[in-house]
Each structure stands twice: as structure tokens, then as C-alpha cells.
């Protein structure tokens, strides 16, 4: 049965924690019927533990962090470990977003980053993307060199507790040019893909989801997940309405019910 990994980065939002659990009790009425979906909620570190509370034991919806600090434990002010993620029952953390990165993020910062994610028993949701598309395929050299980078000293042990999401930057946010076509993204995940083959070997590379985020709407989500055969989606603005997250929930169990008819 084909099992499809929705991601809601809320970013920044909303303003309050009143409105947060409002969104993820809506969000959890949408997953009530369904059968191959399950939903990780990425939620401002300050909102973790109630929305976590709103979800309940749910293993079809749960909290996830939108980044970590690189340090354990002690005198670092203002920072959040994964240890402490993990204590308030997050599962999965996203790493190197790239708004993160236009903040100062470097492609080694996400290296330790991700060590520390795995250390501590959790998921990595690695993004990766570039700026802009070329024509000579530049843009494949910069996603090579983020992946190689962050993924430097992960065992292959540790290829089951990671996921790979495509992100190009110009399709990011409400300044997208546009979301990019499913077919465009079946390239790069075929590409990803080959570059995780060095690392972790042919197999754990065809295992390791791959998903697309960027512009992901209700429209366009149900074909990222067949034509492009995405593994996963990572939606921002669309989860930031019930009913749109819930259309995209819809749609995703759309194509579960046709992957399983054309086996
Ligand atoms: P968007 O954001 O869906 O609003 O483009 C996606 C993301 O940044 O993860």
C-alpha cells in the first residue's frame, strides 16, 4: 500500500497559540477517514507541546520542528536541542531550510545540525534547492554539493531515519515565479537519488523519500504525487487553512486509492 507523507511548515504563524490549536484540531478532523495519508506538523517551537497535546497519541498526525540548535545541553542561550525536541514527543526535524539559510545558515551548520538530529533518535528532513534554474544544469552542482555536505558523516545505518526534500528556491513563498512542474522535479529526485547512491548504496537510495515543496496547492499537489511520483509533500502557505490542507489531504488519498487499484 502507498504511503504519502504530507509535511505543514507553518513558519512563522499564527500569531497565537490560540489560533495554532485551532489549525491542528481542523487538521486532524481531516485525517479521520484517511488510509494512506499521515500528516507531520511542523509548528513554531513555542507551539510544540499544546499542539502536540491537541493531536493526541495520533500516529497519522504529529508535531515536527522547523529547524534545531547545534549544541547539546548547557550555557547556550537561546537555544533548543534536539534532546528537548525529542522530550516533548517531536519526531521529525526539518534542517536547512532555505530561509534559514538566507539567514545566515551554512551548508556546515546544516552538517551538524543533521548529526545531532540523528543522535538523539529523530528524523532528518534534509532540504536542499537552488536559487535559480540554468540551463546547463549548474543548479544540480549546488544540490550535490548541499547534500554531500550535510550527509557527510552519516552512517548508512542512519539512511532509514532520513528524508530529502527538493526545494527550489524560486518556487518558495509568496514571491514564487511558480511551483515547479512534476516533471521537472522527477529529474532532480532522479538525480538526488544518484548522488545518495555514494554514500549509502543503490538500495537505501531508492528507499530514502524524496519530496517536493514549494508553492503546493490543492490544484497541484495530486500531481507531484503521480506524475511526479513524489514520496512526500512539504506545504507552507496551503497549511495555513484547514480546508486547503484538507483538500491537499483529499487529494493525496486520491492517488493512495489509485496506486493500490493499478498494482
Ligand atoms: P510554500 O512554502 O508552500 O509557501 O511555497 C514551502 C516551504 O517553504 O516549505
Redesign the pocket.
Given at each position: 500500500m502507498r504511503k504519502i507523507h504530507l509535511i505543514a511548515?507553518w513558519?512563522a504563524n499564527p500569531k497565537e497559540l490560540s489560533d495554532a490549536k485551532r489549525l491542528a484540531l481542523g487538521f486532524k478532523g481531516g485525517l479521520m477517514k484517511a488510509r494512506f495519508t499521515d500528516v507531520a506538523l511542523a509548528v513554531p517551537h513555542p507551539f510544540l507541546f499544546s499542539v502536540g497535546e491537541v493531536l493526541g497519541k495520533s500516529e497519522r498526525c504529529r508535531i515536527a520542528a522547523q529547524d534545531v540548535s547545534p549544541v547539546n545541553e548547557g550555557a547556550h542561550t537561546g537555544s533548543v536541542t534536539a534532546s528537548m525536541l525529542k522530550s516533548l514527543g517531536v519526531r521529525e526535524v526539518?534542517v536547512g531550510?532555505?530561509?534559514r539559510r538566507a539567514q545566515g545558515l551554512t551548508d556546515e551548520g546544516v552538517r551538524i545540525r543533521v548529526e545531532k538530529i540523528l543522535k538523539s533518535g529523530l528524523t532528518v528532513v534534509l532540504?536542499v534547492g537552488e536559487r535559480e534554474r540554468d540551463t546547463h544544469g549548474a543548479y544540480l552542482k549546488t544540490i550535490e554539493s548541499q547534500l554531500l555536505t550535510a550527509l557527510k558523516n552519516v552512517q548508512k545505518s542512519k539512511s532509514g531515519r532520513l528524508i530529502v526534500?527538493y526545494?527550489p528556491v524560486w518556487?518558495?513563498?509568496?514571491d514564487?515565479q511558480s511551483?515547479d512542474t512534476p516533471a521537472g522535479f522527477r529529474e532532480v529526485a532522479i538525480y538526488i537519488r544518484k548522488v545518495l547512491s555514494g554514500p549509502f548504496g543503490p538500495q537505501a537510495a531508492l528507499t530514502i523519500p524524496v519530496l517536493y515543496?514549494?508553492?503546493?496547492?490543492p490544484e497541484n499537489a495530486g500531481t507531484f504525487l503521480s506524475e511526479g511520483h513524489a514520496s512526500c509533500l512539504?506545504?507552507?502557505?496551503?497549511?495555513l487553512l484547514a480546508t486547503s490542507f484538507r483538500s491537499i489531504i483529499e487529494e493525496a488519498e486520491r492517488v493512495g486509492v489509485t496506486s493500490t487499484r493499478t498494482r
Open positions: 511548515n513558519k526539518i531550510h532555505s530561509e532540504c526534500a526545494e518556487a518558495i513563498g509568496e514564487a511551483a515543496g514549494g508553492s503546493v496547492t512539504l506545504v507552507g502557505r496551503a497549511s
